[in-house]
């Protein structure tokens, strides 16, 4: 159960990093477009409904103790992950842009 846990808060931890390495290749590009990233949002959610099976299955056992907690908790965690990638990105491209424009 702590191992999906762990891989859950991997791809929140991924989803926070993105636009930052996006950010970083777009400024240590040499071409106009800089490779992306796959996002794969599958990902959380077949972790999130897994970790809402186990938590239903362990009653109550776990560090977690209802699954409605784990489906709110894990939903609210995976839209403000993705809230922020948002927000970062804006912010980031902006920063990015302003730095290429004093450059040129």
């Known amino acids: 159960m702590c191992i999906v846990a762990v891989l859950f808060g991997m791809k929140i931890i991924w989803n926070i ?10 400024l240590l590009a040499t071409t106009e477009k800089p490779s992306g990233i796959s996002m794969a949002p599958f990902v959380e959610i ?9 938590s239903a299955l362990s009653d109550g056992a776990a560090w ?14 995976i ?9 970062l990105g804006i912010g980031l491209g902006w920063v990015v842009a302003q ?3 004093r450059r040129a």
Do not use: E, M, N
């Open 17 to 26: 990093l993105t636009p930052i390495v996006l950010a970083r290749r777009s």
């Open 79 to 87: 839209v403000g992950s993705y809230v922020l990638f948002v927000v």
């Open 46 to 54: 077949v972790l999130l409904l897994l970790l809402i099976l186990l």
């Open 64 to 77: 977690f103790h209802h699954p409605t907690q784990v489906a709110l908790w894990g939903g609210g965690i």
């Open 99 to 101: 730095i290429k424009k």
